[in-house]
């Protein structure tokens, strides 16, 4: 398998929470683990809190549509259920993504 890499966009095996099925869509690695890695869902909708980051340079980094990156959704998911790589953040775009987990993200215990 190719090496994955936090930054990366990746078309991910992203099961419904019932667990019965599935479905195929984009991801931002965050972080890897052994043989998991926490990812970000990518959505085509309009951020919705402070925690979706709209990627200006969504185009060049891989990305077929206007894209939102949404901290909010995070999975951990095996590197198995990562199928192709399709780009990288841009410099500008992994900036703001990370000003907002800085700011937004933070346990609330």
Same mark, same amino acid.
Request: hydrophobic residues 45%; aromatic residues 10%; charged residues 25%.
């Given at each position: +398998?190719?090496?994955?890499?936090?930054?990366?966009?990746?078309?991910?095996?992203?099961?419904?929470?019932?667990?019965?099925?599935?479905?195929?869509?984009?991801?931002?690695? !965050?972080?890897?683990?052994?043989?998991?890695?926490?990812?970000?869902?990518?959505?085509?909708?309009?951020? #919705?809190?402070? +925690?979706?980051?709209? !990627?200006?340079?969504?185009?060049?980094?891989?990305? #077929?549509?206007?894209?939102?990156?949404?901290?909010? #959704?995070?999975?951990?998911?095996?590197?198995?259920?990562?199928?192709?790589?399709?780009?990288?953040?841009?410099?500008?775009?992994?900036?703001?993504?990370?000003?907002?987990?800085?700011?937004?993200?933070?346990?609330?215990?």
């Amino acid at each position: +398998m190719t090496t994955i890499q936090p930054g990366e966009f990746w078309i991910a095996e992203i099961f419904f929470t019932s667990g019965i099925s599935a479905k195929k869509r984009p991801v931002l690695i !965050l972080w890897i683990d052994d043989q998991d890695a926490v990812a970000a869902v990518i959505t085509s909708a309009p951020p #919705r809190s402070q +925690m979706d980051i709209f !990627l200006d340079d969504w185009s060049s980094s891989g990305l #077929r549509v206007a894209s939102t990156v949404r901290l909010s #959704r995070l999975d951990c998911l095996e590197k198995s259920l990562f199928i192709a790589k399709i780009g990288q953040i841009s410099n500008s775009d992994a900036v703001k993504v990370k000003e907002a987990w800085q700011k937004y993200i933070k346990p609330h215990f």
